[in-house]
């Protein structure tokens, strides 16, 4: 049953992640900028004052520039570090903190760790994606990490992927493990979609 599954999750990343490659960096300096201006509207408009986010990698969305003036704002944001057991720790924004490669080659900051349980507090949750169909179905990177955390959670808070404006697909493959998300944050717009 998985296979076809798998096989359609795998092309589909491929072709996404090789046009997220061909993108020029004036475009993604440009959708970093209109990133922070959708999530500092969401989290004013939600009352956020503990949140997860993530540092982006090269050819993401930016989330940097928002994290950044989140802090400013007096935000607490959660950071996730990945395990080599498929379970995410977290650790607290801080500006001052040196960013090095994690697991599988993602930027993740050099802090006191928290436990897995630490995202239970947030107010929302703002991960990453690499397209979200209009059901809310996000496919991710193949590895898991947030589809456990989620399908964990007893309380889940609102949940936003982050992805350009050509991820927000009519429909993307679906396994039983993935979990939903409330809604997408986009260069230019703020979605909330329903299943």
Same mark, same amino acid.
Request: glycine share 8%.
């Given at each position: 049953?998985?296979?076809?599954?798998?096989?359609?999750?795998?092309?589909?990343?491929?072709?996404?992640?090789?046009?997220?490659?061909?993108?020029?960096?004036?475009?993604?300096?440009?959708?970093?900028?209109?990133?922070?201006?959708?999530?500092?509207?969401?989290?004013?408009?939600?009352?956020?004052?503990?949140?997860?986010?993530?540092?982006?990698?090269?050819?993401?969305?930016?989330?940097?520039?928002?994290?950044?003036?989140?802090?400013?704002?007096?935000?607490?944001?959660?950071?996730?570090?990945?395990?080599?057991?498929?379970?995410?720790?977290?650790?607290?924004?801080?500006?001052?903190?040196?960013? !090095?490669?994690? *697991?599988?080659?993602?930027? #993740?900051?050099?802090? %006191? $760790?928290?436990?897995? =349980?630490?995202?239970?507090? /947030?107010?929302?949750?703002?991960?990453?994606?690499?397209?979200?169909?209009?059901?809310?179905?996000?496919?991710?990177?193949?590895?898991?990490?947030?589809?456990?955390?989620?399908?964990?959670?007893?309380?889940?808070?609102? !949940?936003?992927? *982050?992805?350009?404006?050509? #991820?927000?697909?009519? %429909? $993307?493959?679906?396994? =039983?493990?993935?979990?939903? /998300?409330?809604?997408?944050?986009?260069?230019?717009?703020?979605?909330?979609?329903?299943?």
């Amino acid at each position: 049953m998985g296979d076809g599954i798998d096989d359609a999750k795998r092309a589909l990343r491929a072709d996404l992640r090789e046009r997220r490659q061909q993108r020029s960096e004036q475009a993604n300096e440009a959708a970093a900028s209109g990133i922070r201006e959708q999530l500092d509207a969401l989290v004013t408009q939600l009352g956020v004052q503990t949140m997860s986010c993530y540092l982006s990698t090269t050819i993401e969305p930016g989330t940097r520039e928002f994290i950044a003036g989140a802090l400013e704002r007096g935000i607490r944001v959660l950071l996730p570090l990945t395990r080599t057991d498929g379970l995410l720790d977290w650790t607290v924004a801080d500006p001052d903190a040196e960013v !090095v490669e994690g *697991v599988f080659g993602v930027p #993740e900051p050099i802090s %006191d $760790v928290l436990s897995p =349980l630490a995202v239970d507090e /947030v107010d929302v949750m703002v991960i990453p994606a690499a397209a979200v169909d209009r059901h809310g179905t996000r496919l991710g990177w193949g590895r898991g990490y947030f589809d456990k955390t989620l399908g964990s959670m007893e309380h889940r808070p609102p !949940v936003y992927a *982050v992805i350009f404006d050509s #991820e927000l697909l009519d %429909d $993307v493959p679906r396994d =039983l493990h993935d979990q939903p /998300v409330t809604g997408v944050v986009t260069p230019t717009r703020t979605v909330t979609l329903t299943r």
